[in-house]
């Protein structure tokens, strides 16, 4: 198995980035698929969630409505629009794969791409 995050970069408050994971390794549209971030000097904080068929997505409270989680079953790849950013949204964010069709915990991750809000 294998996740490879890109997308990351420095961004002003209020802007947009979109972040990639891309899966090898596994049958992807076997399984669903997370984001979890960690921001400095803190703990991994669980961001989003998608299904298997992208058919049910899941967010935490404070990414409603700025963030979006979507997957290309075709193309092995995962997906998060960030919109609205803000400076606590600066994080190392990995992607995560769940053991099962549904976002029942995480068994395989990224390695991170990096995420700095900043003015």
């Known amino acids: 198995v294998q996740l490879v995050e890109s997308g990351g970069g420095l961004v002003q408050p209020g802007g947009s980035l979109k972040l990639s994971c891309a899966a090898s390794g596994f049958t992807f549209n076997d399984y669903a698929m997370s984001w979890v971030r960690q921001a400095p000097g803190k703990g991994l904080e669980w961001v989003s969630a998608i299904t298997w068929n992208g058919g049910g997505t899941y967010y935490a409270e404070s990414m409603k409505g700025r963030f979006t989680i979507s997957r290309d079953n075709a193309k092995n790849t995962l997906y998060l629009q960030m919109n609205s950013l803000k400076s606590e949204d600066t994080a190392v964010y990995y992607c995560?794969?769940?053991?099962?069709?549904?976002?029942?915990?995480?068994?395989?991750w990224g390695k991170g791409t990096l995420v700095t809000v900043s003015s």
């Open positions: 995560a794969k769940s053991p099962r069709i549904w976002p029942t915990g995480m068994d395989y």
